[in-house]
């Protein structure tokens, strides 16, 4: 022992009383900065959630509706949409600030075609709600999903209900989110295909009731049209007939239709088929009688293609028409060019086949028009 090691101990006789005072005072501080430095956030979190862009932003100073009269080619209004994403909205990954975008857009252009607020419904889910439905973590969403876009843990479906007499329903979907590229064909063809649907259908008599949804997280697993089903009450599933969806629409020269369900066969192995019912032949029909009077070349494709949203219905037991446009290699397999690349930009695709977006969305506008007016 030596004589400093006497006199500390000294002072710590001494002053033990005001020494534990000070002990009690500084680890107070800690806990109470401590709880600051969580609680901070999350009170921060909870003001950020509570304002909604659905509820603050001034929907009032709506732009003027794309112009639709009786004598508007089909596909035209598509085409233009189709532009509009590939230039000013390009780049709507799932789950971003971009994608929120194009959501706010999509309800701008529902609004000022006419549409009521009361007809549309964004149903908004967290990444909690969905992420048992993929295997991605949200730490792995990185550069080839979502690039350096701004991300958030929210996305959204917007959804336009539009009555009919009948109360059984029609579903038509197409999701609006892209990778980080500008997304024309995949999927800015599909949400153009519905906008401009919505809109005629403005000045027609449909029967069944339609409901289109635009859904947002496509990209990373289907996971708009997975929480849309999953949130189906009992009497919606009961008045859903089919569904149709359209994703693709001009990746290739070939306008295909796949129309059937999910035909599950035990023997010998688990075997998953299409199988074909009286919507499936009432829609070859109809793609026939379209071809002989326009000259289109609507053609059925006979296997079972699960890379879509219709697929989340298709597990759910409902038949669907799903539309796409896309090209075969030299094996007979379906070929990619462009989708998931810069070069799914309308101006690219326009220079490399003049003409196939407009005769695409033609055909695939009248198609679809005449599904969700016929009567079943
Ligand atoms: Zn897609």
Redesign the pocket.
């Known amino acids: 022992m030596n004589g400093f090691t006497l006199s500390l101990r000294f002072f710590l006789i001494k002053h033990k009383r005001a020494l534990r005072l000070w002990g009690i005072a500084v680890l107070a501080s800690v806990l109470l900065i401590t709880a600051a430095a969580v609680a901070v956030p999350i009170i921060q979190n909870r003001a950020a959630e509570s304002r909604s862009p659905w509820t603050e932003k001034p929907f009032s100073g709506v732009r003027e509706p794309l112009r639709l009269t009786p004598h508007t080619p089909y596909g035209e209004l598509s085409v233009r949409h189709i532009r509009t994403m590939s230039e000013t909205l390009y780049s709507r990954p799932p789950f971003t600030y971009r994608e929120l975008d194009a959501a706010l857009w999509i309800v701008e252009e529902l609004l000022a075609m006419g549409y009521a607020w009361d007809d549309i419904e964004v149903q908004e889910f967290t990444w909690e709600d969905v992420s048992r439905m993929t295997w991605m973590r949200w730490e792995q969403m990185d550069s080839w999903i979502v690039g350096d876009v701004p991300r958030r843990r929210v996305s959204q479906n917007v959804i336009l209900t539009v009555p009919g007499p009948s109360d059984q329903i029609i579903v038509a979907g197409a999701?609006y989110d892209s990778l980080p590229v500008p997304g024309a064909s995949?999927?800015a063809s599909g949400t153009a295909l519905l906008l401009e649907s919505a809109q005629r259908m403005l000045g027609q008599d449909n029967h069944h009731t339609l409901v289109y949804v635009f859904f947002g997280a496509?990209?990373i697993g289907l996971l708009g049209a997975y929480h849309y089903v999953r949130s189906l009450t009992q009497e919606q599933r009961e008045a859903i007939l089919f569904m149709v969806n359209a994703?693709?629409l001009f990746e290739g020269p070939y306008l295909l239709y796949m129309a059937g369900y999910l035909d599950i066969q035990e023997t010998p192995y688990r075997d998953m088929r299409l199988g074909d019912d009286d919507f499936t032949r009432r829609w070859r029909g109809m793609a026939g009688a379209l071809n002989d009077e326009h000259d289109f070349e609507l053609t059925p494709y006979w296997e079972l293609f699960p890379n879509?949203d219709h697929f989340a219905f298709m597990q759910e037991g409902y038949t669907v028409l799903f539309l796409f446009g896309m090209d075969f290699d030299e094996h007979g397999n379906l070929h990619m060019r462009v989708v998931h690349t810069d070069r799914d930009c309308y101006h690219y695709i326009q220079e490399t086949w003049p003409g196939k977006i407009d005769a695409n969305m033609r055909a695939f506008s009248l198609f679809l028009e005449e599904v969700l007016l016929a009567r079943y």
Do not use: A, F, L
């Open positions: 999701h995949d999927n496509e990209e994703d693709v879509s």
